[in-house]
């Protein structure tokens, strides 16, 4: 389309280094006809600098780097839809030893050469991939209730929980259950669950890594918990646990912690292979502890591979790539490559944490021994808020958020920081400097322009 042909008042994107080859392109229209291959790869590749650096991303728990051979490998498998398991069984038998080993991180107790192993699925995440378990609690509720059509279901939580969790409950029609922080417990309590659940219940939700601070719930004592309830009431109420980060880093860092299908009253478990699973974003996991825990109706069969396959997922269409990448992550690395690389990032985090309160100007609200990750917020008499921070912090690019807590502690403003591979101890040594210049700023005894270096 030539600059003439385009009305006065279209918004045009104006490409630069493109100019030879491309005229100006529609911003919210289709072109009427076709470009330049090499012209629209520039243009778009320009316009995409804008885009923050996904590695001074410090709010995100999602993985932003990948070693070259997994890139390659997912690129070479983007074409196959997951959901295909027909024309492409070796993705989907790829899927099925993922699995195997994911319920061998997680105990699970059904032996890993079995037909059976731990029922699961791969997902796009672990919204996905808590939705399937609490629609297996729903099921599983509803199947053990005469009057669940004028019964409600409720599930338990903690306030802290992910809004994967609040969106279950209203899509499935749920009532939530929510425990409020109190005090220092800024996530679930055990005696509160307990004291929430009732004959409508259809599950309690332990999370190993909480969003807000990067803390772990305690779910062996809520399973003790729920057990005694259980003596007492004859109330048998399962958990889930919400593993999306600490599911791909407490069985290597914390092995002797008991969270996952070694509990009795483990129903079934999420995480998220896209973060501390280190795969580029697109793919959860979801394992419940054998096949009798899995309602018949969240199941759909095909027959590939000469038997019953069967299937449990949301969405339908995705692709193969992000499973194939998860595998060449367990084959690359296996257990002890996992080890190192989240120790790494855990001992950046307590050392940055470390310092962090040695400022004197931060309270630590957690110091990163559970996940690699630490919440911090100003000390009472210093003159700034932490969003003032949080904004200062990306005058050299960093993003770190400053956000405030729910019930009952609203009073709270923290801002957090993932520690995930990538983020160096010299990068870390970096983002301290930065701390500094801006505390010397907050305090008025900066000497220099607050910010020294070019703004890119
Ligand atoms: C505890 C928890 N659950 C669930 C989710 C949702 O995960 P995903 O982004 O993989 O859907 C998150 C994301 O941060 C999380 O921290």
């Not at 389309?1 to 280094?17: I, Q, R, W």
């Not at 003790?224 to 980060?245: F, M, T």
């Not at 008499?381 to 921070?389: I, P, Q, R, S, V």
Request: one cysteine or more; proline letters at 5%.
């Amino acid at each position: 389309m030539s600059p003439e042909a385009c009305d006065p008042a279209d918004d045009v994107l104006t490409p630069v280094y493109a100019r030879r080859r491309l005229t100006d392109v529609p911003r919210n229209r289709l072109p009427a006809g076709e470009s330049d291959a090499e012209a629209v790869y520039e243009l778009i590749h320009d316009e995409l600098m804008l885009d923050g650096n996904s590695r001074m991303n410090l709010a995100t728990f999602v993985t932003t780097w990948m070693e070259p051979q997994a890139q390659k490998l997912m690129a070479e498998t983007l074409d196959k839809n997951m959901v295909d398991r027909d024309e492409y069984p070796q993705t989907a038998e790829i899927e099925r030893r993922c699995l195997k080993i994911i319920a061998g991180l997680w105990n699970s107790p059904t032996d890993a050469n079995a037909d059976t192993t731990a029922m699961g699925t791969s997902t796009v995440g672990s919204s996905e991939a808590a939705m399937l378990g609490g629609l297996a609690m729903k099921l599983r509720w509803q199947a053990g209730r005469a009057d669940s059509d004028t019964e409600r279901p409720n599930l338990v939580m903690g306030i802290n929980v992910q809004v994967c969790w609040e969106k279950f409950c209203r899509y499935w029609d749920v009532e939530p259950r929510f425990i409020p922080m109190q005090g220092d417990r800024l996530h679930l309590g055990v005696d509160e669950a307990v004291a929430l659940c009732d004959e409508n219940t259809i599950g309690v939700i332990g999370i190993l890594g909480s969003t807000y601070d990067g803390s772990y719930e305690p779910v062996e004592a809520l399973c003790q918990g729920l057990d005694d309830l259980h003596r007492r009431s004859g109330l048998d109420i399962p958990v889930h646990v919400d593993a999306a980060s600490g599911g791909f880093v407490a069985p290597f860092l914390q092995p002797d912690l008991r969270w996952d299908f070694s509990l009795d009253r483990v129903m079934s478990i999420n995480a998220s292979g896209h973060k501390f699973g280190l795969v580029y974003a697109g793919v959860g996991w979801v394992l419940w502890r054998d096949r009798s825990h899995l309602p018949e109706d969240l199941v759909f069969y095909t027959n590939y591979l000469g038997g019953p396959e069967p299937t449990m997922a949301i969405n339908f269409s995705r692709p193969g790539s992000q499973v194939i990448g998860q595998y060449y992550n367990f084959v690359r690395l296996g257990h002890e490559g996992f080890r190192r690389i989240h120790q790494a990032s855990q001992d950046v985090a307590l050392w940055l944490a470390g310092e962090f309160e040695d400022t004197g100007a931060f309270d630590l609200l957690t110091t990163g021994v559970d996940l690699p990750v630490f919440a911090y917020r100003f000390t009472e008499n210093t003159g700034a808020t932490e969003f003032d921070l949080s904004y200062r912090y990306r005058d050299h690019g960093w993003q770190v958020p400053a956000y405030t807590f729910p019930r009952n502690r609203t009073d709270i403003t923290a801002l957090r920081i993932v520690c995930r591979e990538g983020f160096s101890h010299d990068l870390a040594t970096a983002l301290l400097a930065d701390t500094r210049r801006h505390l010397d700023h907050f305090a008025g005894t900066a000497t220099t322009p607050s910010s020294t270096r070019f703004h890119h």
